[in-house]
């Protein structure tokens, strides 16, 4: 076969020279394909000088990469499994991939809608699909129905604006799940459902103007999810009580940071709260978290509360029972599923799960949950109790302070205490003896002059063994013809400490 070597001409009229084509045309049988093949290129090569070469190689680039088979010579890289065809200037998903592809990088591309007959067969062996940086928009709800094994998902910096419902319904085992930098401005609350092995969800940078709580709230929902990023979105009001009672694991990777969130108190002690527990959400990124001002608009970081609302300094609560109760202690740690062991106050240790110790009458039994449960507490079981939490990458020391109040509970209401039944039982008594003194009527029959003792009876039950009233009576016969009072008879009225028997 003679080689053909081609001239580079600026001029739209070249033709080969007469050599070049009769050595074309004298071609045996064998090489008629490749005469038409020929053929083709010369026709061109004659439209490419015409239009320019370098928009030509463009045009030739672009028909190359639209809708055609994967090449893992030109337009993607294949290394085993990995397909890589990033920054390849691709509009549409090569076809023919191979079924034994695991991870498939489209990065970088401008592909711009993702359909649901991108992939017409199943990959059951893709593990890992990124499509950041590609202007995406469009999302079919069937998108991913024949690649049902992804377990890291990346549709980052591109430029959808809503997650519909059920979109990631067929991604049962998903693990990662980037969302970030994009133009999502609402979340269907089905659109995650399903997904119960996603540990980690990027929202980032978008248009976010409600907290999910939902996602980290409800267990039923995503079961390992340890990691919410919503920071750098437009969240103005954040549930702060509910964010407290999350487990520590949760709060460790939930980040919320540069959102113009409203400035209180709550937030302050919120976050104060995680940063001395050194939860990474809030200790990697204490700089960050900011808030607005109420009064001014002003944005000020949130740790500076404490001054610019004198918020008072952040301090640890301790746990607060009563006598003979049953107290469950939490390990609340930074990581989920880590290997936990106590020590009670005094540094008695308490055994594994399913052992029980007893200290002071007071019985605690670790359980199989990492927990500590402390049933019929004392006064004396107050103090510190230590948790020490270990697992491969983290070895986490957690204090618990316990505070046991003096007195019991029964039913809904409080017993007193000592100090107090004390207190109230000597203000019965001193009322009881004023009533004796002063309420009660004499009715002794060792009375001087036994007088009928109803003879005696004055106003308000108090007599007078001399027959008169104590409390006074009205005289004609006095100066001015006044009433006047007889001075009191002292005798009439018994000590309470004298041996004399009471008769009633």
């Known amino acids: 076969m003679d080689l053909i070597v081609w001239k580079k001409e600026s ?5 080969p020279s007469k050599a070049e084509a009769s050595s074309t045309v004298t071609m ?3 090489y008629t394909l490749g005469n038409q093949v020929t053929g083709m290129f010369f026709s061109s090569m004659r439209a490419c000088a015409a239009v320019g070469w370098s928009l030509c190689f463009s045009l030739l680039l672009l028909g190359r990469a639209e809708g055609s088979a994967l090449n893992c010579h030109t337009t993607c890289i294949c290394a085993s499994n990995v397909v890589s065809c990033s920054k390849m200037y ?7 991939l191979p079924p034994y592809t695991a991870v498939l990088d489209l990065s970088y591309n401008n592909i711009t809608k993702l359909r649901a007959e991108w992939t017409p067969v ?14 995406l928009h469009f999302l079919s709800s069937e998108a991913f129905v024949n690649v049902k094994e992804l377990r890291y998902l990346d549709l980052s910096s591109n430029s959808l604006d809503l ?10 085992q998903l693990e990662v799940l980037l969302l970030y930098n994009n133009r999502i401005s609402q979340v269907d609350r089905t659109a995650f459902n399903n997904l119960n092995s996603l540990q980690k969800l990027y929202l980032s940078q978008n248009q976010i103007s409600r907290f999910p709580l939902e996602l980290v709230k409800d267990k039923t929902r995503l079961e390992k999810l340890s990691l919410l990023d919503v920071s750098s979105n437009r969240v103005k009001v954040l549930p702060v009580q509910e964010l407290q009672n999350l487990p520590g694991w949760i709060k460790n990777g939930l980040y919320f940071h540069n959102n113009p969130v409203l400035c209180d108190c709550e937030l302050y002690s919120l976050l104060a709260h995680w940063y001395l527990r050194k939860f990474s959400s809030a200790y990697d990124f204490r700089d960050e978290y900011t808030c607005v001002m109420p009064s001014d608009k002003r944005t000020v970081g949130v740790f500076e509360l404490n001054v610019q609302l004198n918020c ?7 746990e607060e029972t009563y006598l003979e109760q049953t107290l469950m202690l939490s390990c ?3 990581q989920r599923d880590m290997i936990k062991t106590w020590t009670l106050p005094g540094n008695v240790p308490v055994p594994p799960a399913a052992s029980v110790v007893t200290n002071s009458n007071t019985t ?10 402390l049933s019929s507490v004392r006064a004396e079981d107050s103090g510190t109790y230590t948790c020490v939490a270990t697992s491969e990458v983290l070895n986490e020391t957690v204090y618990v302070v316990v505070k046991v109040h003096n007195f019991t509970i029964n039913g809904n209401g409080e017993t007193l205490n000592t100090a107090y039944t004390t207190l109230v039982g000597c203000l019965a008594s001193v009322v009881l003896v004023l009533i004796y003194l002063y309420l009660t009527p004499c009715r002794c029959f060792c009375c001087p002059n036994n007088k009928d003792p109803k003879d005696l009876q004055g106003q308000n039950g108090k007599l007078n063994p001399s027959g008169g009233e104590e409390d006074g009576e009205e005289d004609g016969d006095g100066p001015q013809g006044k009433a006047h009072r007889k001075k009191s008879v002292a005798e009439s009225i018994s000590s309470v400490f004298s041996d004399t028997p009471i008769v009633v």
Do not use: W
């Open 90 to 96: 691709l509009t549409t998903v090569p076809t023919s």
């Open 332 to 334: 609340d740690t930074r």
């Open 28 to 30: 045996s049988p064998p």
């Open 122 to 135: 199943k990959l059951s062996r893709l593990r890992n699909l990124l499509l950041g940086h590609n202007g």
């Open 163 to 172: 997650l519909s419902e059920f979109m990631f319904e067929p991604l049962e």
């Open 312 to 318: 008072s300094t952040f301090k640890e609560e301790a």
């Open 364 to 373: 605690a039994v670790m359980l199989a949950d990492g927990k500590l449960q």
């Open 11 to 15: 001029s739209p009229s070249y033709r």
